[in-house]
Each structure stands twice: as structure tokens, then as C-alpha cells.
């Protein structure tokens, strides 16, 4: 059906396999185990299989035929993480398992395989079962008991939780606002009380808590996680609806993000992340080599070697830099002056400013403001 050609083409393009077969074999042997044990799937049902290290499949039949989707993940995963052993449990090597395509558990992926079925069989046409074989990949495990069907929850939000702290370490975006593609925070958060809006205030304060607990271990100095923190606290506290709570939890995950791939200090020695700190937060000072390394405990020519070294540029080549990224808001304002801009982020002519800008940029600021302004 061009259905199924349709959905094989774009998970082709995420790199996820999707294979129909009407006789033989998939040729990944706990699956293949699974089919000659149970029997499963049935007609008009999807079954939905977990096994280690997350790595997922969904296996379906329509009409004579079998179908396989995967594998693929919804978290991350290193080397580190892995037992070669029990990686060929489940007839993978290491370094295949690190290749299996991650998807945002509630993105575009789910809304695709949902919308395939819905046109194989029609809504509520079908059945899902979901297996989890990280027992045993040859044994199917069934959470019929509502305590499992809670544990099972649990552990799938905790995945999820992970998932999102790391791609936000990472400053995967594309990855994040996946993510949210149809999620719905009626049906995603825990329910901790009878008030809703309290309940969703209560999941935005603790993806608050863990997205400041992942930029602050990622080396963001703690004086910029705590102002992004303080900033979004106020918010949540005026939350009044679903979507709204939704739209901020998306929102935190990007900015927090960002923090972490500007202010990353992480790897470079105290009295350098000291400096870094003086510098972003006092860049529209005159600012001199000597109150440098004093507020770091360096002598001047120590302190300039060291910061070349660990920066990668000098001190003031850093400083110049800092200037212009923040002078881009201002140029971003067609009622601000070349002349303003420079002043505001620090430099003490526009001559200086605009020499500086090119050097950095390659263009003029003149030449940056009619690139992104259109004028």
C-alpha cells in the first residue's frame, strides 16, 4: 500500500528500519522467538517491544503479512554504558547499539506510527500490547497487574526525564522541540493532587529543579543558573492553564540549553572561570589586566598565558568578543544607533567597535544590521 512505501521512505531518512515480510524470518532472533513462541502479533494488533538499553521495536500484522519498525530509542545512551555480553543478548554488538536512532517519545515519530494505523484499521480498530524483554528477550512479560502498569510509568517517565536532561546537555533542539510535538501535560504529568493547576505547577518546578541540576553540572557558573531559575519560578507561579505549563517547559529546556553551550566553564581552572564571570557580567567596564588577576589570585603576565592557553585567545580578544555578541540585541533594534550599540556594550567609540565587529564577524555592523533586518 503506498501508505506503508510512505512511512518506510521517512523512517528511512531517521535511519530507522521498517521492514514486511510474508513468510521467513526478520532476522533479529529474539524477535523471531517471539513470533514462533506466542504466536503474536494477532490481526489488527500492535505489539510494542522494549528490550536492553532501551533500543525498541514495533512489531504488527496486516493481512498475511508481518511488519517490523526499529530499532530505535527514545533515551541516550555511551559506550560506557554498555555490557558487550549482554548487548549480545539481544543480537547486538556495542557499536551497533550506539548507532540505533534516538526519536522524541511523544514527537513526530509517535504521531506518524499512529496515523499509519489509524489508516491500516481505522481508530479503535486495533489493539496494543506493549513487551518488556529486558528480562529475558526471549520471554514475553506482560503488565497486566495495575502495580505493574504504575512501576511501568514511573520508570517510563524517569526515561523520558533523562532523555530530555540529555539533550539539553547537548543542545539538541531539534531533539527537544520533538519532544513536544502533541504533548499533552493532562496526560503526561504526575498526579500528585486533586488541583490541576497545582499539579502542573508542581511537574514545572521540577523540570525547573532538574534542568538547573543539569546546567549547574555542566559547568554553567551557578550566579547565571540561579538568575534563569529565579526567572522561571516567577513564572510557573502565575501558570493558569495546560498549555500554557506545556509551552513553558518547552521554553525552559531551549534556554537552559542555550545557558549551557555559551557559559560552559567546564574543564577550565577555578581562577579562569573567575575571570570568564567578571568579564560576562562586567563586560561594559573598563576592565584591566590587573583587576583580572587580582580578582583571580594570578599575576598579570601568569594570568594572560594561562588564558591563552585555556580560551584559546587573549584576554582581550575575549572581552572584544563578549562586547559584540551582546551589542546584537541592540542592532537587532532598527531605532538604536551604530553609535548606541557600541557605547551600550561597552566600547568607548564607534570607530574601535566597528573595526572590532569586522574582525570578529567579517562584516561591518552596518552590513550585519542590513543582513538580519532586511534594510
Given at each position: 500500500?503506498?501508505?506503508?512505501?510512505?512511512?518506510?521512505?521517512?523512517?528511512?531518512?531517521?535511519?530507522?528500519?521498517?521492514?514486511?515480510?510474508?513468510?521467513?524470518?526478520f532476522?533479529?532472533?529474539?524477535?523471531?522467538?517471539?513470533?514462533?513462541s506466542?504466536?503474536?502479533?494477532?490481526?489488527?494488533?500492535?505489539?510494542?517491544?522494549?528490550?536492553?538499553?532501551?533500543?525498541?521495536?514495533?512489531?504488527f500484522?496486516?493481512e498475511?503479512?508481518?511488519?517490523?519498525?526499529?530499532?530505535?530509542?527514545?533515551?541516550?545512551?555511551?559506550g560506557?554504558?554498555?555490557?558487550?555480553?549482554?548487548?549480545?543478548?539481544?543480537?547486538?554488538?556495542?557499536?551497533?547499539?550506539?548507532?540505533?536512532?534516538?526519536?522524541?517519545?511523544?514527537?513526530?515519530?509517535?504521531?506518524?506510527?499512529d496515523?499509519l494505523?489509524?489508516?491500516?484499521?481505522?481508530?479503535?480498530?486495533?489493539?496494543?500490547?506493549?513487551?518488556?524483554?529486558?528480562?529475558?528477550?526471549?520471554?514475553?512479560?506482560?503488565?497486566?497487574?495495575?502495580?505493574?502498569?504504575?512501576?511501568?510509568?514511573?520508570?517510563?517517565?524517569?526515561r523520558?526525564?533523562d532523555a530530555?536532561?540529555?539533550?539539553?546537555?547537548?543542545?539538541?533542539?531539534?531533539?527537544?522541540e520533538?519532544?513536544?510535538?502533541?504533548?499533552?501535560?493532562?496526560?503526561?504529568?504526575?498526579?500528585?493532587?486533586?488541583n490541576?493547576?497545582?499539579?502542573?505547577?508542581?511537574?514545572?518546578?521540577i523540570?525547573?529543579?532538574?534542568?538547573?541540576?543539569?546546567?549547574?553540572?555542566?559547568?554553567?557558573?551557578?550566579?547565571?543558573?540561579d538568575?534563569l531559575?529565579?526567572?522561571?519560578?516567577?513564572?510557573?507561579?502565575?501558570?493558569?492553564?495546560?498549555?500554557?505549563?506545556?509551552?513553558?517547559?518547552?521554553e525552559?529546556?531551549?534556554?537552559?540549553?542555550?545557558l549551557?553551550?555559551?557559559y560552559?566553564?567546564?574543564?577550565?581552572?577555578e581562577?579562569?572561570?573567575?575571570?570568564?564571570?567578571?568579564?560576562d557580567?562586567?563586560?561594559r567596564?573598563?576592565?584591566?589586566l590587573?583587576?583580572?588577576?587580582?580578582?583571580?589570585?594570578?599575576?598579570?603576565?601568569?594570568?594572560?598565558?594561562?588564558?591563552?592557553?585555556?580560551?584559546?585567545?587573549?584576554?582581550?580578544?575575549?572581552?572584544?568578543?563578549?562586547?559584540?555578541?551582546?551589542?546584537?540585541?541592540?542592532?537587532?533594534?532598527?531605532?538604536?544607533?551604530?553609535?548606541?550599540?557600541?557605547?551600550?556594550s561597552?566600547?568607548?567609540?564607534?570607530?574601535?567597535?566597528?573595526?572590532?565587529?569586522?574582525?570578529?564577524?567579517?562584516?561591518?555592523?552596518?552590513?550585519?544590521?542590513?543582513?538580519?533586518?532586511?534594510?
Amino acid at each position: 500500500m503506498d501508505i506503508l512505501n510512505y512511512v518506510k521512505e521517512v523512517l528511512a531518512r531517521q535511519m530507522i528500519g521498517f521492514e514486511i515480510i510474508s513468510e521467513g524470518e526478520f532476522g533479529i532472533p529474539c524477535i523471531d522467538e517471539l513470533v514462533r513462541s506466542s504466536g503474536l502479533p494477532h490481526e489488527r494488533e500492535v505489539v510494542r517491544i522494549t528490550l536492553h538499553y532501551g533500543v525498541k521495536f514495533i512489531l504488527f500484522r496486516h493481512e498475511k503479512s508481518l511488519g517490523l519498525i526499529g530499532p530505535y530509542r527514545t533515551d541516550f545512551i555511551t559506550g560506557a554504558d554498555i555490557d558487550e555480553e549482554e548487548a549480545g543478548r539481544i543480537g547486538f554488538e556495542p557499536g551497533q547499539l550506539l548507532s540505533v536512532p534516538a526519536v522524541a517519545e511523544l514527537g513526530l515519530f509517535k504521531a506518524m506510527i499512529d496515523t499509519l494505523f489509524d489508516f491500516l484499521w481505522n481508530r479503535d480498530g486495533y489493539s496494543f500490547h506493549d513487551i518488556n524483554g529486558t528480562e529475558s528477550p526471549n520471554v514475553s512479560i506482560y503488565s497486566d497487574n495495575i502495580e505493574d502498569n504504575n512501576a511501568a510509568e514511573v520508570s517510563r517517565r524517569y526515561r523520558r526525564e533523562d532523555a530530555m536532561l540529555q539533550a539539553v546537555k547537548s543542545c539538541n533542539l531539534e531533539y527537544i522541540e520533538g519532544l513536544f510535538a502533541g504533548f499533552s501535560m493532562d496526560k503526561e504529568i504526575e498526579k500528585r493532587n486533586n488541583n490541576p493547576v497545582r499539579n502542573m505547577q508542581n511537574y514545572s518546578i521540577i523540570s525547573n529543579t532538574l534542568l538547573r541540576r543539569a546546567a549547574y553540572e555542566s559547568g554553567v557558573a551557578a550566579f547565571y543558573v540561579d538568575r534563569l531559575s529565579s526567572i522561571f519560578g516567577r513564572r510557573i507561579e502565575k501558570l493558569s492553564t495546560s498549555r500554557a505549563a506545556g509551552d513553558l517547559i518547552a521554553e525552559m529546556m531551549k534556554e537552559y540549553s542555550l545557558l549551557i553551550r555559551d557559559y560552559s566553564w567546564a574543564g577550565y581552572p577555578e581562577a579562569i572561570k573567575a575571570v570568564l564571570f567578571i568579564i560576562d557580567s562586567r563586560y561594559r567596564e573598563h576592565l584591566s589586566l590587573d583587576e583580572l588577576g587580582g580578582a583571580a589570585g594570578l599575576s598579570v603576565p601568569y594570568l594572560s598565558r594561562l588564558f591563552t592557553k585555556q580560551v584559546g585567545k587573549t584576554v582581550f580578544e575575549y572581552i572584544n568578543e563578549v562586547r559584540i555578541t551582546k551589542s546584537l540585541e541592540s542592532l537587532k533594534n532598527p531605532d538604536v544607533t551604530i553609535a548606541e550599540a557600541a557605547v551600550a556594550s561597552g566600547f568607548e567609540d564607534q570607530s574601535y567597535y566597528t573595526r572590532a565587529f569586522k574582525k570578529v564577524k567579517g562584516i561591518t555592523p552596518t552590513e550585519w544590521r542590513r543582513a538580519h533586518l532586511g534594510k
